[in-house]
């Protein structure tokens, strides 16, 4: 009996889990734009000051709440020394969302369009390639 309420609680209340992808510049506000989503969409996050984001050196990982949706993203650091980790080839298996830098603020129209549909349990959204050499 505990097994079948505790499914059907999990049923219930579970979310659409998507994994979003920030690529950007270096300075271009990915970070900040992370803080800011978990400001406004997690409750009881505490805001980080903005003074106190520093470049990243490596990768940030957030998980922000938006309705029935979960969207896990990752941000990864922009400097020249960081980029070969943009190769799309790594990321190949998650099939990332990439923000684009000027898109980088938080509004809730912004976290829609990586939600898409909830028509399954653990997806990932994919926007379609900017140029050709992104494509290949
Ligand atoms: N005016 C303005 N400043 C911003 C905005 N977003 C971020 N900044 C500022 O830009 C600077 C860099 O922001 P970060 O969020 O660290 O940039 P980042 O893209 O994560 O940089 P890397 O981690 O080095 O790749 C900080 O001083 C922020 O306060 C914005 O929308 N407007
Ligand atoms: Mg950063």
Do not use: H
């Amino acid at each position: 009996m505990y097994t079948l309420l505790s499914g059907l609680y999990k049923y219930m209340f579970r979310k659409d889990e998507y994994c979003v992808l920030i690529l950007g510049l270096d300075n271009a506000g990915k970070t900040t734009f992370l803080e800011q989503s978990k400001t406004r969409f997690n409750k009881n996050y505490k805001a980080m000051s903005f003074s106190k984001i520093t470049t990243t050196v490596g990768l940030n990982i957030g998980t922000v709440d938006v309705g029935q949706a979960r969207l896990m993203f990752w941000d990864l650091g922009g400097q020249e020394e960081l980029q070969s980790l943009w190769d799309k080839r790594r990321w190949s298996r998650a099939k990332p969302w990439v923000a684009s830098p000027s898109l980088c603020w938080p509004t809730s129209r912004m976290l829609r369009l990586a939600c898409p549909s909830p028509t399954s349990r653990r997806r990932s959204a994919t926007a379609p390639p900017r140029s050709a050499d992104e494509t290949a």
